[in-house]
């Protein structure tokens, strides 16, 4: 099998449609030989390990990739139910060779994925994909006897990934009333447990999970419980996870959506402020609002804006050596103590940054004025062709229409065939009326 099946985030799909036991047996095997081969061993038995959100299908994939790999000759140790980020931190902190997560993140429950990480809990790269892809369904030598893989369940999981977070803050959080939103997934315990040892009077929603109820009208992506529970409750502010918690967005007590743009403010003003965010620069993608751009270049802060994707945001991060990075959905990385967007993590901080200011989230994150901003997709045209002059021509003229109080973003979409027009501007008309006009070029140039 040499095609693409890859994606931006790990290999996703329908379970057991799109991604079957086989394949993840295949997988496992695969990335195995092909992360063993660069790890350079000279005879030491190579070790990962693996863990999984809430899905039910996520029973049978752990199984078959902890089957892939301990027939390739590696040991295995199985971390259960964990965030992704926590099998993140556990592949680096526990020395292993290869991490493995199983989960569709904020996908509906029928979906479910498999991403491989690299010793130190880092994503893998492009090439190191495509070597893996090029291996699955290939024959091989399989080891036989004593050389297969052994397998170990490891019970200390959730409790040494809270430790660690715990350890990223060192303010009390005693006082602050917080909502979480475990979306029924795999921070359903080590979300509130956290949160609780840290000190604040934590109420816990949507953390009952029962295998089919991940992400169902909950978490990250449906903040409507959220909401109702924080004013329900009286709570000073509310986070919700998505399915594997390697996000969160907020609801501050006045009941105003808190987005991934508003957290990173937060934080990077906080960093900044102790000497802590390198280079006076945070790293974001090009949906950021223009919003959040202004209000960090009012700060003397720098943004500098990657392509859409949270592996990009990563590159930057690496490539800078920078401390922070993000994107407008609340998968924010802070590098000192991940290698991955942590919704548990960002939650803390962002209290630990209210504990210490005395203040509410919704004063802290008032620093950014978010323009309205407008997204039109324009289907059944030629992605190919955005770089037509007469298109890249009304695009510069409505920009320099807008000036420095609006944005116009135009780029082919990643997973569908359209393109999308996005406009930011002073007012939801204006942003309205720059998108339409664009998109009307969009299909008269590239369509049909």
Same mark, same amino acid.
């Given at each position: 099998? &040499?095609?693409?099946?890859?994606?931006?985030?790990?290999?996703?799909?329908?379970? +057991?449609?799109?991604?079957?036991?086989?394949?993840?047996?295949?997988?496992?095997?695969?990335?195995?030989?092909?992360?063993?081969?660069?790890?350079?061993?000279?005879?030491?038995?190579?070790?990962?390990?693996?863990?999984?959100?809430?899905?039910?299908?996520?029973? @049978?994939?752990?199984? *078959?990739?902890?089957?892939?790999?301990?027939?390739?000759?590696?040991?295995?140790?199985?971390?259960?139910?964990?965030?992704?980020? /926590?099998?993140?931190?556990?592949?680096?902190?526990?020395?292993?060779?290869?991490?493995?997560?199983?989960?569709?993140?904020?996908?509906?429950?029928?979906?479910?994925?498999?991403?491989?990480?690299?010793?130190?809990?880092?994503?893998?790269?492009?090439?190191?994909?495509?070597?893996?892809?090029?291996?699955?369904?290939?024959?091989?030598?399989?080891?036989?006897?004593?050389?297969?893989?052994?397998?170990?369940?490891?019970?200390?999981?959730?409790?040494?990934?809270?430790?660690?977070?715990?350890? &990223?803050?060192?303010?009390?959080?005693?006082?602050?009333?917080?909502?979480?939103?475990?979306?029924?997934? *795999?921070?359903?315990?080590?979300?509130?447990?956290?949160?609780?040892?840290?000190?604040?009077?934590?109420?816990?929603?949507?953390?009952?999970?029962?295998?089919?109820?991940?992400?169902?009208?909950?978490?990250?992506?449906?903040?409507?419980?959220?909401?109702?529970?924080?004013? *329900?409750?009286?709570?000073?502010?509310?986070?919700?996870?998505?399915?594997?918690?390697?996000?969160?967005?907020?609801?501050?007590?006045?009941? +105003?959506?808190?987005?991934?743009?508003?957290?990173?403010?937060?934080?990077?003003?906080?960093?900044?402020?102790?000497?802590?965010?390198?280079?006076?620069?945070?790293?974001? &993608?090009?949906?950021?609002?223009?919003?959040?751009?202004?209000? !960090?270049?009012?700060?003397?802060?720098?943004?500098?804006?990657?392509?859409?994707?949270?592996?990009?945001?990563?590159?930057? !991060?690496?490539? /800078?050596? @920078?401390?922070?990075?993000?994107?407008?959905?609340?998968?924010?990385? !802070?590098?000192?103590?991940? &290698?991955?967007?942590?919704?548990?993590?960002?939650?803390?901080?962002?209290?630990?940054? !209210?504990?210490?200011? /005395?203040?509410?989230?919704?004063?802290?994150?008032?620093?950014?004025?978010?323009?309205?901003?407008?997204?039109?997709?324009?289907?059944?045209?030629?992605?190919?062709?955005?770089?037509?002059?007469?298109?890249?021509?009304?695009?510069?003229?409505?920009?320099?229409?807008?000036?420095?109080?609006?944005?116009?973003?135009?780029?082919?979409?990643?997973?569908?065939?359209?393109?999308?027009?996005?406009?930011?501007?002073?007012?939801?008309?204006?942003?309205?009326?720059?998108?339409?006009?664009?998109?009307?070029?969009?299909?008269?140039?590239? /369509?049909?």
């Amino acid at each position: 099998m &040499t095609q693409r099946i890859f994606g931006t985030d790990g290999v996703r799909g329908l379970a +057991n449609g799109d991604i079957t036991a086989e394949l993840a047996v295949d997988l496992g095997a695969a990335a195995a030989r092909v992360l063993v081969d660069h790890g350079g061993f000279t005879g030491q038995r190579p070790v990962a390990v693996v863990g999984r959100d809430t899905r039910i299908s996520g029973q @049978f994939l752990e199984h *078959a990739v902890v089957a892939g790999l301990a027939s390739a000759g590696v040991d295995v140790i199985r971390l259960r139910v964990l965030p992704t980020p /926590g099998v993140a931190y556990l592949t680096d902190a526990l020395g292993a060779d290869v991490g493995v997560v199983i989960s569709a993140s904020h996908n509906p429950m029928p979906d479910n994925g498999i991403k491989f990480l690299a010793r130190g809990g880092v994503k893998l790269d492009d090439a190191l994909e495509r070597e893996i892809e090029t291996l699955v369904g290939q024959p091989w030598d399989r080891p036989v006897a004593g050389d297969v893989g052994r397998v170990t369940p490891y019970a200390r999981s959730v409790e040494e990934y809270s430790d660690h977070l715990l350890r &990223t803050i060192d303010t009390s959080l005693s006082g602050l009333r917080v909502v979480l939103d475990c979306a029924n997934g *795999a921070a359903s315990v080590v979300g509130p447990h956290t949160l609780r040892a840290a000190g604040a009077d934590v109420v816990a929603i949507n953390d009952d999970p029962d295998g089919l109820n991940i992400n169902q009208r909950c978490g990250s992506t449906h903040l409507e419980g959220l909401r109702e529970a924080v004013l *329900a409750r009286g709570a000073d502010v509310g986070f919700a996870c998505d399915g594997d918690a390697d996000r969160c967005l907020a609801i501050d007590h006045a009941g +105003n959506t808190v987005d991934g743009d508003r957290l990173m403010a937060v934080l990077a003003l906080d960093l900044q402020r102790r000497g802590r965010l390198v280079d006076d620069t945070v790293v974001a &993608t090009v949906m950021s609002n223009l919003g959040f751009v202004q209000a !960090m270049r009012r700060a003397g802060i720098t943004v500098n804006q990657t392509a859409v994707g949270d592996r990009y945001v990563l590159e930057a !991060m690496r490539d /800078g050596g @920078f401390t922070l990075g993000g994107e407008q959905s609340g998968h924010i990385i !802070m590098s000192e103590y991940a &290698t991955t967007g942590d919704g548990i993590l960002t939650a803390l901080q962002v209290l630990r940054r !209210m504990a210490q200011a /005395g203040s509410s989230l919704r004063d802290l994150a008032s620093v950014v004025t978010t323009l309205p901003q407008v997204l039109v997709n324009v289907p059944d045209v030629d992605q190919s062709r955005t770089d037509d002059p007469e298109l890249t021509a009304a695009v510069a003229a409505e920009q320099d229409r807008l000036g420095d109080s609006g944005r116009v973003l135009l780029r082919p979409s990643g997973t569908e065939p359209l393109v999308r027009v996005m406009v930011e501007a002073a007012t939801p008309q204006e942003a309205t009326e720059v998108a339409d006009r664009l998109a009307d070029v969009v299909r008269r140039r590239l /369509g049909g």
